[in-house]
Structures are given as structure tokens and as C-alpha cells.
């Protein structure tokens, strides 16, 4: 079997077997299983993981942040507005500094698609990766199918819409790799703008939204992500009539059907309050979720490696 990436960039640096043994892991954490030796993940020294969070969040880092300590494994937040990066050190250097003091895995979130690639062949030390542009967001994806495993969801030969944009969402991306491995197709949904320029095989794209949630068992909104947009889109305006997913339309539609969104959500625009309170809405769960996935993910690199 492949061992475990020292370097978790994307979805594809795992293969479909270590993805259900995360899920596995994910999911006996969740129910108590304490890891032999956690206190310190079974190793002489506990191991110091860092998050470096180059840009928002609230979710990813804390549900990493509790991971961390509920693993046992020593935190430190590495803030890199008052580092040496704001000084012009770069990524690669800070990271070194890290591990000559001895921190064992940094899990960073970046701005630039793709940074995370130049360490892959030489790690300074494990790395995962936290959200990197509009690249991908693979532990978001991870968690999103522990959620749909854990309600009995099974995306084999299913179809997840995915509404909102597409184009720009890492978590989009992220999704789009991995619900195929597992059967699923997908139906990419939102205003042209927002629609990924190649569908991968077997999937498809709609502006109209009816069209793909009648089409779907599972929806998946996301969020405009207009901080990744050079200007403002037209679209912008009326996007909660046209696009968005609210109860009355489901309502309209005559579909009960599982509703994920990543966080944070733009109440009103993506999703109505109606939706978000309502039975069919798992956003809670991905959030309590997140954290033993993120346990899952650490323990495979830090002790299963
Ligand atoms: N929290 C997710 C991300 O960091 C989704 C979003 O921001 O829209 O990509």
C-alpha cells in the first residue's frame, strides 16, 4: 500500500484506499477511541504541529486547533503577520526554521494556488494543506464525504449539484476530484462566470437551477468568492433569485435532499435562514465533522506514517 503523502496539497496525492481508512479513523474518533499513547501519538517527544494561517479563516484553524490538542500533540499558531515573512523571508526558509526548532508539521493556508507543490519532493517538514487560492481545500472534501458516509449517503452512482462558484472555490475543486473516485457525478451549477471551463467526463453544467437540484441527490452550495474577483459581476445583484437555494424553491421542487456548504455562508445570498435551520441542512455537522477528520488526517501523518 502507498504510504501516506508527507505533503497533503490535493485530493489526488491520496488513493481511494487511504481515503476510506480516513474515514474509518474519522469516524472511531468520533464515537471515543483514544489513540494508543496519545498523550504524546505513542512517540518520545510529543510532536509540534504548527498552523500558518496566511490568510482568513475560522473554521480550518480552529477545528484544527482542537484536533491538535485533542490528539495530544503540542500547538502553536504561527502568526504570519508578525513573522519574518512580512520582512521578505520566503515560505520555503520559514518552513526550515520551523523544523530546526523542531516542529514536526505545519499546516499552511496561502493565498497563491499551488505553493504548496515546490515542497513535495524535498518536505522540510509534513505539510497540509489548508486552502491554497482557488486551487483546493482538500481536508474540506474529506470531511464533506465523512459527513455524507456518516448520514448514509452513498455518492455511488449519485449526483451532487454543486451551486455557486464553481470556478473560483477551492472547495469546489477539491470536491470535484474526489466524488468521482467514489461513483459520484457531478453537476456543476451557477452564472456562466462561475462555471469551471473543462467538465471532467461524465459531469455536467447548467445555469439553471432547478435543472440541477431536480437532477440531484445531494446539493452543495457555495459561496460567491468575490475576494478572488477582479471586478464586480453583474450577477452579483440578483444572484439569492437566481441561483440561490432557499426552501421555498426545494419546496417547489419536491425535494428533500441533504444541503452541504463549506462556511462561511452568506445568509440570504447562497442559502435562506429557512434552509439553514431546517432539517435537510448538514453545514453543523461538517463543522463538528471537521474535527475528527482533521484528528484522522494528523494521526496518519504524525504517527501511522
Ligand atoms: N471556507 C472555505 C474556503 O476557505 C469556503 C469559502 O471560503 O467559501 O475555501
Redesign the pocket.
Given at each position: 500500500m502507498q504510504s501516506f503523502p508527507k505533503v497533503l496539497e490535493c485530493i489526488s496525492d491520496l488513493s481511494k484506499d487511504q481515503i476510506e481508512k480516513l474515514i474509518h479513523s474519522a469516524n472511531r474518533l468520533k464515537s471515543g477511541y483514544v489513540p494508543v499513547g496519545s498523550r504524546n501519538l505513542g512517540r518520545k517527544f510529543t510532536p509540534i504541529v504548527a498552523t500558518s494561517f496566511l490568510e482568513n479563516?475560522t473554521?480550518?484553524k480552529h477545528s484544527f486547533a482542537i484536533a491538535i490538542k485533542k490528539l495530544g500533540a503540542m500547538y502553536i499558531d504561527f502568526n504570519a503577520d508578525t513573522s519574518s515573512l512580512k520582512k521578505g523571508e520566503n515560505l520555503e526558509e520559514t518552513l526550515l526554521t520551523l523544523h530546526y526548532q523542531g516542529v514536526d508539521l505545519c499546516i499552511i493556508?496561502t493565498s497563491v494556488s499551488g505553493e504548496l507543490n515546490q515542497f513535495k519532493k524535498d518536505p522540510p517538514i509534513a505539510i497540509i494543506n489548508g486552502?491554497d487560492g482557488i486551487n483546493e481545500?482538500p481536508t474540506?472534501a474529506l470531511l464533506d464525504l465523512f459527513t455524507m458516509f456518516e448520514e448514509g449517503i452513498d455518492i455511488n452512482g449519485k449526483t451532487m449539484a454543486i451551486i455557486g462558484d464553481c470556478k473560483h472555490?477551492?472547495?469546489g475543486h477539491s470536491l470535484t476530484s474526489l466524488i468521482p473516485m467514489f461513483g459520484g457525478k457531478i453537476i456543476f451549477c451557477g452564472p456562466k462566470e462561475c462555471l469551471p471551463e473543462d467538465i471532467p467526463a461524465n459531469c455536467e453544467a447548467t445555469t439553471n437551477v432547478d435543472e440541477a437540484i431536480l437532477k440531484s441527490d445531494v446539493l452543495y452550495t457555495?459561496?460567491i468568492?468575490k475576494e478572488r474577483h477582479s471586478q464586480k459581476a453583474a450577477y452579483y445583484d440578483n444572484y439569492e433569485e437566481e441561483f440561490g437555494v432557499n426552501l421555498k424553491r426545494l419546496q417547489r421542487l419536491d425535494k428533500k435532499i441533504p444541503v452541504f456548504h463549506?462556511?462561511?455562508v452568506n445568509i440570504g445570498v447562497e442559502l435562506d435562514y429557512e434552509t439553514i435551520k431546517s432539517d435537510l441542512y448538514l453545514g453543523y455537522k461538517q463543522v463538528t465533522n471537521s474535527v475528527f477528520m482533521r484528528m484522522a488526517i494528523l494521526k496518519a501523518m504524525l504517527i501511522d506514517a
Open positions: 479563516s473554521r480550518t493556508r486552502g481545500h474540506q472555490s477551492r472547495v457555495l459561496r468568492q463549506p462556511g462561511p
